[in-house]
Nanobody, 127 residues
């Protein structure tokens, strides 16, 4: 059972930055995605990264502002969020999917493709 722990959320003014972290033992063997859910809205995909090769995907809403990366030596995936906007306010979740040896270059942007989820971290952007 993989236990994902997200950290780094908080309150920031519009235009500010935050870096979220998602950590778990053996996370290096998993593709990882970041999702978010705002009050009254459906969960949406933000970004995802393959287990190796660092292939990435970004939703249009965050492209150019957010950067996903990973440090497999630390079993941690990061989401650097710059130029934050009030509409980025949400609970952010990381999710993981075990990558078979044939799939290490793949990323997954659909929530139902993931097997493990973290507890979420709140990001609030004030205007």
């Amino acid at each position: 059972q993989l236990q994902l722990v997200e950290t780094g959320g908080g309150l920031v003014q519009a235009g500010g930055s935050l870096r979220l972290s998602c950590a778990a033992s053996r996370l290096q063997y998993y593709a990882v995605g970041w999702f978010r859910q705002a009050p009254g809205k459906e969960r949406e995909g933000v970004s995802c990264i393959s287990s190796s090769h660092s292939n990435t995907y970004y939703a249009d809403a965050v492209k150019g502002r957010f950067t996903i990366s990973r440090d497999n030596a630390k079993n941690t995936v990061y989401l650097q969020m710059n130029n934050l906007k009030p509409e980025d306010t949400a609970v952010y979740y990381c999710a993981a999917k075990y990558a078979l040896s044939s799939d290490t270059a793949n990323y997954y942007y659909m929530a139902d493709e993931y097997d493990y989820w973290g507890q979420g971290t709140q990001v609030t952007v004030s205007s």
